[in-house]
Nanobody
């Protein structure tokens, strides 16, 4: 059974930083791209960042470009999202997921994923 466990969220002041982690288990994720998504209250879940299996390719949504860095440790089946210069509009529940196709992850409808973790809440407020 696939499990995605996100952590690292919390309450942070505007301008602050957070590092989110996601551990994937339950199957082999070799050669899978991994990505981060977020869902703000009353809004749809959107892709935030994606990283290829090798780490050689990354994608960022315009809303976080320049403020976010996605990375991964394949030996730990873990993907990270470093978020800096946080803004109130970054407030959301953050989720991770995986797909065999890196380029597909940037456009794949979130409803097409078979599984999701519980997410980690990020609240940016003074």
């Amino acid at each position: 059974q696939v499990q995605l466990v996100e952590s690292g969220g919390g309450l942070v002041q505007p301008g602050g930083s957070l590092r989110l982690s996601c551990v994937a288990s339950g199957r082999s994720f070799n050669y899978y791209a991994m990505g981060w998504f977020r869902q703000a209250p009353g809004k749809e879940r959107d892709v935030v960042a994606v990283i290829s299996w090798s780490g050689g390719a990354t994608y960022y949504a315009d809303s976080v470009k320049g403020r976010a860095t996605i990375s991964r440790d394949n030996s730990k089946n873990t993907v990270y999202l470093q978020m800096n210069s946080l803004k109130p509009e970054d407030t959301a529940v953050y989720y991770c997921n995986a797909d065999r196709d890196y380029s597909k992850m940037t456009t794949k409808p979130v409803g097409a994923y078979d599984y999701w973790g519980q997410g980690t809440q990020v609240t940016v407020s003074s």
